[in-house]
């Protein structure tokens, strides 16, 4: 119990001291429109109320890791959970919130894109390639990792929602259209539930 609310400490003090140091190297303007305002179209660029917004980002970051973190501190014991905590404080925290700060400050241009800006054609397809392959990784956890834990709920027993397949299926089903129909269509109105 004492490892826990050693995490709660440092995630505290992380918030308080460390967050605003991270966002002042940012270089911040509170008062610049964001991407979705300027070139609201309805399609890609559509404004979402705050708490929608924080819920969407809060899933992304959270991802399969509420699945993964008690598993490993089963595997490694309780100090695992200190280097997941320092591990999301020093890194992906940092990583996430810079990504969108590069690409607020740039038009709400992917990574490659700005990669592509600042360096040349060939670093962009690098670039492309190289986020082509860790999507195609993150999408088979992101698929995976859900489907095997729906497919063997108790209540799906001795049903067609016993599968694998279909999880499997029905999830990729959903990315596909997700990532294909305008962001208001599906993600906005259903991703946080």
Not at 25 to 38: E, F, L, M, S, V
Not at 105 to 113: A, F, M, N, T, V
Request: with cysteine; glycine share 8%.
């Amino acid at each position: 119990m004492i490892i826990f609310f050693i995490c709660l400490t440092i995630l505290i003090l992380s918030y308080k001291f460390y967050s605003p140091f991270v966002e002042k190297q940012a270089g911040i303007d509170p008062t610049a429109a964001t991407p979705q305002t300027r070139f609201s179209e309805g399609i890609d660029y559509v404004p979402i109320h705050p708490v929608r917004a924080f819920l969407i980002q809060f899933l992304n970051i959270a991802g399969v890791g509420p699945i993964f973190g008690p598993i490993l501190g089963a595997l490694y014991g309780p100090i695992a959970l200190v280097w997941i905590v320092l591990g999301n404080v020093l890194g992906g925290a940092v990583h996430d919130f810079f990504s969108g700060v590069m690409s607020i400050k740039e038009d709400g241009k992917s990574l490659p894109e700005i990669a592509g800006k600042y360096y040349n054609v060939v670093f962009k397809g690098f670039m492309l390639v190289f986020t082509a392959m860790l999507l195609f990784f993150v999408g088979v956890v992101f698929i995976t990792s859900p489907a095997g834990l729906l497919s063997n709920l108790d209540v799906f027993k001795d049903t067609f929602l016993a599968n694998n397949t279909f999880w499997v299926l029905a999830i990729l089903g959903y990315y596909l259209l997700a990532t294909l129909l305008p962001i208001d269509k599906i993600i906005t109105r259903l991703y946080p539930l």
